[in-house]
Every structure is written in structure tokens, then in C-alpha cells.
């Protein structure tokens, strides 16, 4: 029988530690999504602010399926405005008038020629937390070009350190700078709402380029030029700080990863591969030189884990207590009983999958855990619930007529 993540159900009524928290979304693709991701499991109101065609993200379909959306904007609500008119403006205004959190991504200028520049927002709402994500900064020399990962991943050193030094820099598989970013925001939005709810303070602008989480993130990269004058090599999976570290490939065809970044764990894999007098080899003594001699002890550690599949090295290695595990694809995690048994891996209901294998609330807080309260919504799903009561029935008909409000698509169906 084929394994199968455990099925959570949707609790509507669930009520989380953030709840009370009214947060206007309008940024697009995965940096804003993510970081108001976070925000929406914990139980505060996200209301994605979504073009007549929807946010971008939803583009990023697999098999006509928006399954990027569906993992990112569980526990949201969406209205569809047409910013550029000047009704649909008005409504981001008077959303923001409830709001304690404000998230766009545009091009910097852009929130200022839509005439919602922070000035502006905080004169109707003082309070009010507005967090501006783009690729470089509000300000500065870059600030008018396009705020992609890929360019920050490249611009940041990410790029260079990452890959083999026979071959070309390797860009990351997935967004990095986005998701370092949006994880980075969530941090920062906490400590900006509680001077607000805690010290009676004012609302404040976020000024979060993609560039510096990622650039933070890299370490000591400058200090070490500085002492050094050398720039860092790309190793592949070797560490430039400890050794040994890398993966290997098992007898067969599979791959472990091994670390072993101190001295008293190299010690043990010595020991444990039958080559203990190499801890006293001068060339493996210590933890500078094995890194330096990093490729002849790999060709020793992965010549012993070579004879041996997968599972006996697993078993074998960590019944000696070495830090070593396997390197899988997604189709080995979905069916791993770690992942399965932790609930890492959850199925919710889904219109148009049956159920929808995605990640929990993460990260797991015993007194005030977060919730899953409601699928992606549909563009325009929670128009008239939201905009009735703020506008009016005649207001409301009237905008959604002149097309200010986009007219929810299909309802009752999910796209």
C-alpha cells in the first residue's frame, strides 16, 4: 500500500495568536506571498490584493494546476481591484485605514505614482506597518531595476561560491533570495508590530530589498577577503570550514551526505571506515589540514561507503553515531516515514487535486500554534464580503460594473 501523508482537516473558526491582525497584501510572485504566508497560518487576516487576472504567482502552473498559489495563499482572502483606476485605489485606502500590516512589491516609484505613497498611508492610518519589497533597495543606484532573485542570487556572491571550480557558477533551484527575504520580513514585521502594540509607538516603512537577507546570510565572506586577499573557491559539496563534508555515492547508485565538523566526529569516521591510525596522520590530524587535503580523504571515505548500498551504510553509520543521511529526491520524501510520522508532509482538501500534499504550519508552537483555516482562494473569492460592508451595496455594484472591482470568475468552482 502506498504511503500517504496524513490528511489534516480545514478548521474555519480556528483562531490563532496573530488574530485581530489585518495585514493588505499587495505584493506579487513569492517574497511577499511567503512572508504573508507565515502572517495568515498564525491567524491574521490577509487580504490579497489581486489584478482582474490574478498575482502572478498563479502562473506557475503544472498540469493547468496553480500549485505555487495553493501552497502560499492557504488562509488568505482575495479581492480583485484594477489599481489603475481611481476607485480601485480608493479601496486599497480604506482597507488600509483597518490594517496594521501593508506588503507591496512593486517597483519603487510605483506605490508613489498610485498615490499611496507611505506619507500617505500613515496619514489616514498612523499606525500602520508598511513593508516595501523590491530587488534593491528604495533608494540607491539599482533602486529602478527589476527586483528578479536570479540577479540578487548572481550580485550577492551567492552564485560564485556555489557549484564546482571546473564549471560554472550554479544558480540556486529554487527562489532563495525570495524566500530568505519574505522569512527575514515575517521577523522584522513582528518586531515592528509589537513597538505598536507594546510601546506605543508609530507605524514605520521596511525597506526590504531581496538583496540584503541573502548578502547577510553568506557570512564572513568580506572578513575573510580582507585577512586573506583570496576569494572563495566554489568546492562543490566539500566545506571550505571543516572536513570531511561531502556526499558520496553508494554502492547502489544512491547518495549520502556526511559531516563531520569536529574533531571528535572526524575521530569517530576514522575509526568507524577501519582507518583509525589516520587521526594521527599529520595529514588528517587536525582540521585545517584535513581540509586542505579535503580530496584524498574523500577518496578514502567515499571508497569505503562505495562497497556498501544505501541502507547498510545508513544503518551502519548511524548505529556508530556519525552524522550521516541520505540525499533525496522529492519522491523518496514523500514516502519517508520520518517526514510521514513528523507530519512534515500533510494532505488538505482540494477542489481540483482531491488533496493537496503541501508542508504544515511551520515552524510547530505548542501554546499558540498557527492553523489551517482555509484552501487558496479563488481571484475576487471574498469581493463582496469584504467591500459590501466598506463601500455599500449601491457603491459596491456600481464599481464592480465600471470594472474598479473584477467580478469573481467561475464561483462556486476553483480555478
Not at 519603487?108 to 516595501?132: Q, T, Y
Not at 515575517?186 to 509589537?194: E, I, N, Q, S, W
Not at 507530519?343 to 504544515?360: F, Y
Amino acid at each position: 500500500m502506498t504511503k500517504r501523508p496524513a490528511k489534516k482537516p480545514l478548521t474555519p473558526t480556528a483562531r490563532g495568536p496573530l488574530n485581530g491582525v489585518r495585514v493588505v497584501d499587495l505584493s506579487r510572485l513569492v517574497a511577499g506571498n511567503v512572508l504573508t504566508l507565515q502572517l495568515a497560518d498564525f491567524g491574521a487576516e490577509v487580504i490579497k490584493i489581486e489584478p482582474p487576472e490574478g498575482d502572478t504567482l498563479r502562473s506557475w502552473r503544472v498540469k493547468s494546476i496553480e500549485t505555487a498559489w495553493k501552497v502560499y495563499s492557504r488562509n488568505k482572502k482575495s479581492v480583485a481591484l484594477d489599481l489603475r483606476s481611481d476607485a480601485g485605489r480608493t479601496i486599497v485606502r480604506e482597507l488600509a485605514r483597518s490594517a496594521q500590516i501593508l506588503v507591496e512589491s512593486f517597483r519603487p516609484g510605483v506605490l508613489e505614482d498610485m498615490g499611496l505613497a507611505p506619507a500617505d498611508l500613515h496619514a489616514i492610518n498612523p499606525k500602520l506597518v508598511i513593508v516595501r519589497i523590491s530587488g534593491w533597495g528604495q533608494d540607491g543606484r539599482y533602486r529602478h531595476k527589476p527586483g528578479f532573485g536570479t540577479l540578487i542570487e548572481g550580485y550577492s556572491g551567492f552564485a560564485s561560491m556555489n557549484g564546482f571550480a571546473d564549471r560554472e557558477p550554479v544558480l540556486p533551484p529554487m527562489y532563495l533570495a525570495d524566500a530568505m527575504a519574505a522569512l527575514y520580513g515575517y521577523g522584522a514585521v513582528m518586531v515592528a508590530l509589537r513597538e505598536v502594540e507594546m510601546n506605543g509607538g508609530m507605524g514605520q516603512v521596511m525597506d526590504l530589498p531581496l538583496f540584503d537577507p541573502l548578502f547577510s546570510v553568506l557570512g564572513p565572506q568580506a572578513a575573510n577577503h580582507r585577512l586573506t586577499g583570496e576569494v572563495k573557491v566554489r568546492t562543490g559539496s566539500r566545506s571550505t570550514n571543516a572536513a570531511p563534508r561531502n556526499v558520496y555515492q553508494t554502492r547502489d547508485g544512491h547518495w549520502v551526505c556526511l559531516s563531520a565538523s569536529t574533531q571528535g566526529m572526524a575521530e569517530r569516521v576514522l575509526v568507524k571506515i577501519g582507518r583509525p591510525e589516520l587521526a594521527k596522520d599529520p595529514r588528517f590530524a587536525t582540521n585545517i589540514e584535513r581540509v586542505r587535503n579535503g580530496e584524498e580523504l574523500d577518496r578514502i571515505i567515499g571508497g569505503f561507503i562505495a562497497e556498501r548500498d544505501l541502507d547498510e551504510n545508513l544503518k551502519y553509520f548511524d548505529e556508530a553515531g556519525v552524522t550521516i543521511g541520505p540525499v533525496y529526491d522529492i519522491a523518496q520524501i514523500v514516502a519517508d516515514d520520518y517526514v510521514l510520522e513528523r507530519e512534515a508532509l500533510i494532505e488538505i482538501d482540494d477542489d481540483e487535486m482531491g488533496t493537496l500534499p503541501t508542508h504544515p504550519v511551520v515552524p510547530r508552537l505548542s501554546g499558540t500554534p498557527g492553523a489551517l483555516r482555509a484552501a487558496a482562494p479563488r481571484i475576487g473569492e471574498h469581493n463582496e464580503a469584504l467591500l459590501k460592508p466598506l463601500l455599500g451595496d449601491v457603491e459596491y455594484d456600481k464599481l464592480c460594473a465600471a470594472g474598479a472591482i473584477s467580478q469573481e470568475k467561475n464561483k462556486g468552482k476553483k480555478k
